[in-house]
C-alpha cells in the first residue's frame, strides 16, 4: 500500500481542518456565491480544485526527480515546510481581528465562474508554497512512486476543500449576512487557523514516523 492507513487517519483530519479555515479561495467563492448565485458559487469550488491539483501534480513531479537526483534535499525541503507553517500560524495570529468579507468578484456564469477559480487559484502562489509545505511531512519515498503519493494526497485535500467551498458558495447569502453581523466568529476562525498552522509544524517536526 502507497500510503498506509496510519498515515491517512493523520492527514484527513488535518486536512478537513485546513480545509474549514477561511482564505483566499473560501472567500472567492463566497463572493461568487453572493454576486452570481448558488451555481456560480459551486462551479468556483470546482475551478478552485481544478487549479490546486495543477499545483500538486507540479510539486510531485517537481519533488520526485529533485529525490531522485539529491535524496537529502528531501528532509531540508521537510525542515523548510515546517518553518513556513510556523510563519502562516505567527501570520494568522497577528492578522487584525475583524469580520470576514467576501472578495470582490464580477459577476459571471457557471463555466466563466470555474475558469476564473481556477485562474485565482494558479495564480496565487501561497497555494504552491502550502502544498510544498504541507504535502512533503506526509511523503515517504521508501513506500514507492512520490508523485502518487502527492496525488492522492492532493485529492484528499481537493475533495475536502471542493465539499466546504462549494457549500460556502451555495449558501452564500446567509453566510456573508451572518459573517458580516459577527465579529467574533472571525475572531475565532483566527484563531482557530493559527492554532492548527502550529500544531501541525510542531507535530510533524518532533513526531516523524
Known amino acids: 500500500m502507497i500510503v498506509d492507513t496510519q498515515t491517512l487517519l493523520i492527514f484527513i483530519p488535518i486536512a478537513l481542518a485546513l480545509n474549514l479555515t477561511p482564505g483566499a479561495d473560501m472567500l472567492f467563492c463566497l463572493g461568487q456565491g453572493i454576486k452570481s448565485g448558488p ?9 478552485i480544485a481544478t487549479g490546486s491539483f495543477v499545483h500538486a ?21 521537510r525542515w523548510a515546510g515546517v518553518c513556513y507553517l510556523l510563519w502562516l500560524a505567527v501570520a494568522a ?6 469580520s470576514l468579507k467576501p472578495a ?9 465562474a470555474w475558469r476564473t477559480g481556477i485562474f485565482v487559484c494558479l495564480l496565487n502562489p501561497k497555494v504552491a508554497l502550502f502544498v510544498l509545505a504541507l504535502v512533503p511531512q506526509f511523503v515517504d519515498p521508501s ?12 485529492a484528499i485535500l ?5 465539499v466546504i467551498n462549494g457549500l460556502v458558495g451555495v449558501f452564500a447569502g446567509g453566510i456573508g449576512q451572518f459573517l458580516a453581523r459577527n465579529a467574533s466568529v472571525a475572531r475565532a476562525l483566527r484563531y482557530l487557523t493559527g492554532f492548527v498552522f502550529f500544531s501541525l509544524a510542531a507535530k510533524l517536526a518532533f513526531d516523524r514516523r
Open 39 to 47: 451555481r456560480a458559487g459551486f462551479a468556483a469550488s470546482l475551478g
Open 57 to 77: 501534480l507540479a510539486a510531485g513531479l517537481g519533488l520526485a526527480a529533485l529525490i531522485a537526483a539529491h535524496p537529502l534535499a528531501f528532509e531540508a525541503i
Open 93 to 98: 495570529l497577528r492578522e487584525p481581528i475583524g
Open 104 to 112: 470582490a468578484t464580477e459577476r459571471r456564469g457557471t463555466i466563466s
Open 143 to 154: 513506500q514507492g512512486s512520490v508523485l502518487l503519493q502527492f496525488l492522492i494526497f492532493g
Open 158 to 162: 481537493n475533495v475536502g476543500g471542493t
